[in-house]
């Protein structure tokens, strides 16, 4: 069983259950790769990757070269908005993005409606991946959801407790507000563009929702998404969205209810069998294995995979990790946990 559009992974998306789990993984296209890194090493900076569209159509494909995955995601950053948005964005090396904080005078300035004109580069290389995929392969499109980006562009850089960005919405809520109809905004108008190019599916990355209370994750997290959601599907009906609020935790029932996304990511940290009450049978779930688990590899990896196939057997399930692909993971193990998830359940 697949469907009309002969992709099992959209179709799962769609709440189709197929014959095998499809299988992709987050930041399949990276620093694990040796014929990434020799692209990466033809470049001055990571943005430059980004934003050249023949480069980032290589290195979105590669993946798709070595291992039997069932979609593309497209080679980018979260950071791209504010990027397009004007904040000033910079990757250093063992530092990770750096951005000079904003403030309640920087956000009144932002401009959305710059973004997609900002960001064609990336719409072009969307363009140029679709155009090269076989037609049973996925396009996965994507952005950050904007507790996640705002996080960044408060903070200036990646944190593990996010306290300015947590510290801001709670002194200067008026402030955090604008800032996050920006981002919705922003992101509506990136992700139609997308589908337009191309994209069959997109996934909101919700990655640091993880250190937010009970009303904080309903206000930051939940509501923007929501508003993402509604607001796509008033330009693309019937988009299939898939949203990965990690750290959600017991939320994640409350989450994929008002959202009205399609199929949810799972981190790691979250039991399949929670997930598979928590979360109605006609949505699709998508992960959730540890990425380290897929580092250290052997009989430990394949019994997790396949204890985590078993429990979403009877459901629409996506295989991937329940976080991105770490880059001292080994290539031999990547292509035995593919074979796993292709054969199970034999």
């Known amino acids: 069983m697949t469907g009309a559009s002969g992709k099992i992974l959209l179709e799962t998306v769609r709440g189709r259950r197929q014959e095998r789990a499809p299988i992709w993984i987050m930041r399949q296209a990276g620093r694990y790769l040796p014929e990434y890194r020799e692209v990466r090493a033809g470049v001055s900076g990571f943005l430059e990757l980004c934003y050249t569209p023949k480069l980032a159509a290589e290195v979105t494909l590669q993946p798709l070269r070595r291992f039997e995955l069932d979609a593309a995601i497209l080679f980018s950053d979260i950071l791209v908005i504010?990027?397009?948005l004007g904040q000033k964005v910079r990757f250093e090396t063992g530092e990770g993005p750096?951005?000079?904080?904003?403030?309640?005078?920087?956000?009144?300035?932002?401009?959305?409606e710059r973004v997609v004109e900002?960001?064609?580069?990336?719409?072009?290389?969307?363009?140029?991946?679709?155009?090269?995929?076989?037609?049973?392969?996925?396009?996965?499109?994507?952005?950050?959801?904007?507790w996640t980006v705002a996080t960044y562009m408060i903070g200036g850089r990646g944190s593990s407790d996010q306290a300015a960005a947590r510290l801001f919405a709670l002194r200067e809520p008026e402030a955090f507000a604008a800032l996050v109809d920006v981002l919705v905004e922003a992101s509506i108008e990136y992700l139609a563009a997308q589908f337009a190019a191309g994209a069959d599916v997109v996934q909101l990355f919700e990655s640091w929702a993880l250190n937010l209370d009970e009303p904080a994750f309903r206000e930051r997290v939940i509501e923007p998404n929501r508003r993402i959601v509604e607001g796509l599907r008033r330009r693309v009906p019937d988009?299939?969205?898939?949203?990965?609020?990690?750290?959600?935790?017991?939320?994640?029932?409350?989450?994929?209810?008002?959202?009205?996304?399609n199929a949810v990511g799972l981190d790691y940290a979250t039991p399949p069998a929670f997930a598979d009450k928590a979360v109605p049978k006609d949505i699709a779930v998508?992960?959730?294995?540890?990425?380290?688990r897929l580092v250290a590899g052997g009989r430990q990896m394949e019994d997790q995979a396949r204890a985590i196939l078993s429990v979403f057997a009877d459901r629409p399930h996506i295989f991937n990790l329940g976080h991105g692909i770490v880059p001292e993971t080994p290539i031999s193990h990547v292509e035995r946990l593919v074979d796993i998830v292709r054969a199970f359940p034999s």
């Open 82 to 84: 504010p990027d397009a």
């Open 98 to 112: 750096l951005l000079d904080p904003v403030d309640a005078g920087a956000i009144a300035a932002l401009k959305p």
């Open 118 to 146: 900002r960001l064609s580069p990336v719409l072009e290389t969307l363009e140029r991946v679709k155009a090269a995929l076989p037609r049973t392969k996925t396009m996965i499109g994507f952005c950050g959801s904007p």
């Open 239 to 261: 988009a299939p969205i898939i949203g990965f609020p990690r750290g959600a935790a017991g939320m994640i029932g409350e989450y994929v209810e008002r959202t009205g996304v």
């Open 286 to 292: 998508q992960g959730n294995l540890d990425p380290l």
